[in-house]
């Protein structure tokens, strides 16, 4: 079988806004090795065809934004706002996140094998986000559509808000927002966790999650609250 080779940037010598240009340009199959982002922000944004990425190294705010096809790895930390709007394809954190992990996602998966900060999920509308550690308070924020899996515990106010989002955490969760509540784990969820975590590489055992979704009661108006 053929190997394909693997295109190499270095942005100690090479501008973010160049490796960007280049992968947006990239042809559908290649491969790609990031060297040296010691933190750079928006590194890359916006990949929009099914290529293969690999950052060998820590990357600033924004990394992944408006993430459309393909797989990038991220082999390190990640800032604040990772695979912000991602749309569909497959980021991958080997370390920890910083706040706002898959913020307003519309698709695809995210995994992060450490933990996350505050505010993971915030709006997300149809992204899958697997933790493999932690995360921060108010996190599944206004939460539309899509699953956060949180294999650590959650932070404060978790779902506070939230739409029609599911959220299954293995740990404790510190407290529940505002129409968030627990609900039963039947066996179609069960089935949907086991999927979710095999897709992360992972092999905890979807019994011992809990999971957590909306009440429904903000949905509603009440006449005896009029005036």
């Not at 944004?45 to 990394?63: C, N, Q, S």
């Not at 800032?79 to 912000?84: D, K």
């Not at 900060?117 to 559509?145: E, L, N, P, T, Y």
Request: with cysteine.
């Amino acid at each position: 079988m053929d190997v394909l080779e693997e295109t190499v940037v270095d942005l100690a010598s090479t501008p973010v806004r160049e490796l960007n240009h280049a992968l947006h340009e990239a042809d559908a199959g290649s491969r790609w090795r990031v060297e040296n982002p010691r933190g750079a922000h928006n590194v890359a944004v916006g990949i929009d065809e099914d290529i293969r990425v690999t950052v060998e190294g820590h990357v600033g705010y924004f990394a992944a934004g408006m993430h459309q096809k393909g797989w990038l790895e991220i082999v390190g930390n990640a800032g604040t706002g990772l695979a912000e709007n991602i749309m569909s394809g497959t980021v991958h954190v080997t370390g920890s996140t910083s706040q706002s992990t898959g913020a307003t996602g519309h698709g695809g998966l995210i995994v992060v094998d450490g933990s996350t900060g505050a505010r993971c999920g915030i709006a997300m509308k149809g992204v899958d986000i697997v933790v493999g550690g932690d995360i921060g308070h108010m996190s599944a924020f206004m939460a539309q559509a899509g699953r956060l899996v949180v294999c650590g515990n959650a932070g404060e106010a978790l779902g506070d808000s939230i739409y029609e989002a599911r959220i299954y955490v293995k740990g404790t969760v510190a407290s529940l927002g505002a129409d968030c509540i627990e609900k039963p784990m039947r066996e179609e969820h069960l089935a949907e966790l086991g999927d979710l975590l095999a897709a992360a590489g992972r092999s905890d055992d979807p019994a011992d999650f809990r999971r957590y979704g909306s009440a429904r009661q903000l949905y509603h108006f009440h006449s005896h609250n009029t005036y």
